[in-house]
């Protein structure tokens, strides 16, 4: 079955500083990975994809992700923070043979001035 | 395209009763999601429709939870005789059938029961 671990509930970093979200996947066949972002009270946005395609995925708002085979990771870097990137951001994984898709824990993000 | 479109937004509900939420998914996506995410926690898989035939159902959906999309459009979740334990938010999601597309959500209904 598939599964992602999100290694840390919670990151603090300073306005400016680079964010590392770390994502790691257990699946029996290439996965398709996915990052979400969540504000309070609202849905899942998507921010960035991985379906086989470039290795190094860019998304929205300056977020991109690298998907590594050999250490079976997926983890979410900014150059640089900003105020408004605090949320709880959501790894996801599903397949071509999957009808779900599968959520790790999530990790909040605190963006500090 | 107005999205996803959950409602209600809020629910309070005291124990024991039922609740129904309705979702409207983007109008040319054929697939249909429910998730369950509870404080601290990622969403949970409950159940997916495929047009209006409901393909999957995770076991986290007891006997107390039905979903339905008749006609392949919205879809509703009804939870019968409520416990303190489904409160949660309910999240509704969509997509065109490809997976690697990835899911638009809705903003979800947020019940407590009381």
């Known amino acids: 079955a598939q599964s992602v671990t999100q290694l840390g509930s919670h990151v603090s970093v300073s306005e400016g500083a680079l964010v590392l979200l770390r994502c790691n996947y257990s699946s029996s066949v290439p996965p398709y990975l996915f990052w979400y972002v969540q504000y309070p009270n609202q849905g899942l946005q998507l921010l960035l994809k991985?379906?086989?395609?470039?290795?190094l995925v860019k998304g929205i708002n300056g977020f991109e992700a690298e998907f590594k085979k050999s250490e079976t990771s997926f983890h979410l870097t900014k150059p640089s923070a900003h105020m408004s990137d605090a949320a709880e951001y959501f790894c996801a994984v599903s397949d071509p043979y999957s009808n779900d898709m599968r959520f790790g824990a999530g990790t909040r993000l605190t963006v500090k001035p | 395209d107005t999205g996803v479109s959950q409602n209600p937004r809020h629910k309070i509900t005291k124990r024991g009763q039922n609740v129904t939420f309705r979702c409207d998914p983007i109008?040319?996506?054929?697939?249909l999601y429910w998730y369950r995410q509870t404080l601290g926690q990622g969403p949970e898989f409950l159940t997916y429709f495929q047009n209006e035939a409901q393909l999957e159902k995770s076991r986290l959906l007891s006997d107390r939870f039905s979903a339905e999309r008749p006609k392949g459009s919205f879809s509703t979740l009804e939870i019968q005789r409520t416990e303190q334990g489904d409160s949660a938010m309910y999240l509704c999601?969509?997509?065109?059938?490809?997976?690697?597309?990835?899911?638009?959500f809705g903003s979800g209904t947020r019940l407590t029961v009381v």
């Open positions: 109008s040319e996506h054929n697939r």
């Open positions: 991985y379906t086989s395609a470039a290795t």
């Open positions: 999601a969509s997509s065109l059938g490809w997976e690697r597309a990835g899911y638009t």
